[in-house]
């Protein structure tokens, strides 16, 4: 049986062909790049989250040791931060320890000394060393040699301490900055607008 | 053999195609506006760290300072002319510190610091006593995000002790 043809029928005439490739093309592009920008900027916006929470970490961290130490120095390159603290916590090879091997771990008992200034707290002679340091793209916490990764990602995170000696206190600056990975218009986004600062007093600086 | 339906042989419509590309822009639209939402937020995590680093470290300079100076308003309120911190925060926070006697208050000293840096004496307390005092430091800031109101606070009680 042969079926009769109909004028609507027929296929697309190469006009029709080339305005429908063109505009698919263009919403094909459209979509491909906004889809590209989008998963970009989704990325960065999670690795700038992540680092920020990073910087968050490292203010918490040098805070709480700068202070509770007795002396804070840092490089001439501001890139590494040594902190001298007392001996908080019983160690093995301890006095403490030798006597009873069950206080290893514990916080040591302090003793109170009253001085012609007022009170003293002491925790004994013996101090731990804690070092900041920068190792390619991670902050290290190392104390007594036990080393913590306090930062650790693609980023360069940089902080930058001053130790600041006045003549009855000691304190500490810090801003610690990374490298956002944002771009715009092929510009790098700006370091400093990562910037977060902290600022430590020595208390162990002040007794009496 | 069947003859194909007249449905089945006819191209999308003009209305048709331009209902697609709607939605399709929709959905862009409403994925670059997620995307313009998520980096806002970010912004608003910005301050509200600096924000708490701007107290803290605010309440680490008062905790500094000589309990004379302490408990006196000049003394606060030459300290309180400087920003804690280098931070740009600074210039569009209020920050108010507000000093008592403890446990039991003889009036309260409160000083405000404007983001323009000028420092004014709102109050004088009447007694702040010579061993321990309650100090509240507070900003206040107006977040990018929405244009909400947020504050940030902390509570230190500080005694009269000597310095090296």
Redesign the interface.
């Known amino acids: 049986m042969k079926l009769k043809l109909s004028r609507k029928r027929f296929a697309f005439t190469l006009p029709e062909m080339s305005i429908a490739l063109a505009a698919s093309s263009v919403i094909l592009g459209a979509t491909l790049t906004s889809s590209t920008s989008l998963q970009k900027s989704f990325n960065a916006i999670d690795n700038y989250y992540g680092t920020h929470m990073q910087q968050v970490r490292i203010v918490d961290y040098l805070s709480r040791d700068v202070k509770r130490g007795l002396v804070v120095t840092t490089s001439a390159d501001l890139q590494t931060v040594t902190i001298t603290v007392p001996n908080y916590i019983i160690q093995a090879g301890d006095a403490e320890a030798v006597i009873n091997p069950a206080l290893v771990g514990t916080p040591r008992t302090p003793t109170m000394v009253y001085t012609p200034s007022g009170w003293q707290v002491n925790y004994g002679n013996a101090t731990s060393t804690v070092v900041y340091s920068i190792n390619g793209m991670s902050i290290l916490r190392s104390e007594n040699g036990t080393v913590t990764t306090i930062a650790s990602s693609t980023d360069q995170l940089v902080p930058l301490t001053t130790d600041v000696e006045l003549s009855n206190t000691e304190y500490t600056k810090t801003s610690i900055t990374f490298q956002p990975i944002f771009t715009s218009g092929g510009a790098v986004a700006s370091r400093s607008g990562t910037t977060v600062y902290s600022t430590a007093y020595l208390r162990n600086k002040r007794r009496g | 053999?069947k003859?194909?339906s007249?449905s089945q042989?006819?191209?999308t419509t003009l209305s048709e195609a331009l209902v697609g590309?709607v939605i399709?822009a929709t959905f862009?639209a409403s994925?670059?506006e997620l995307?313009a939402v998520?980096?806002r937020y970010?912004d608003a995590?910005?301050e509200s760290?600096?924000a708490l680093?701007h107290v803290?470290?605010r309440a680490?300079?008062l905790?500094?300072l000589?309990f004379t100076d302490l408990i006196d308003t000049t003394a606060v309120q030459t300290l309180m002319a400087t920003a804690?911190?280098?931070?740009p925060f600074a210039q569009k926070a209020t920050e108010t510190v507000r000093i008592s006697a403890y446990p039991t208050a003889n009036g309260v000293t409160q000083l405000t610091r404007m983001p323009n840096g000028n420092v004014t004496t709102d109050s004088v307390a009447t007694d702040l006593g010579k061993e321990l005092v309650q100090v509240d430091v507070k900003v206040a800031w107006t977040m990018t995000l929405g244009g909400r109101a947020r504050t940030e606070q902390t509570t230190n009680l500080l005694s009269n002790?000597?310095?090296?």
């Open positions: 053999m003859k194909p007249k042989i006819r191209g590309l399709l862009f994925i670059f995307n998520c980096l970010i995590t910005k760290v600096a680093q803290q470290d680490e300079m905790r500094n000589a804690p911190n280098a931070a002790g000597t310095k090296k």
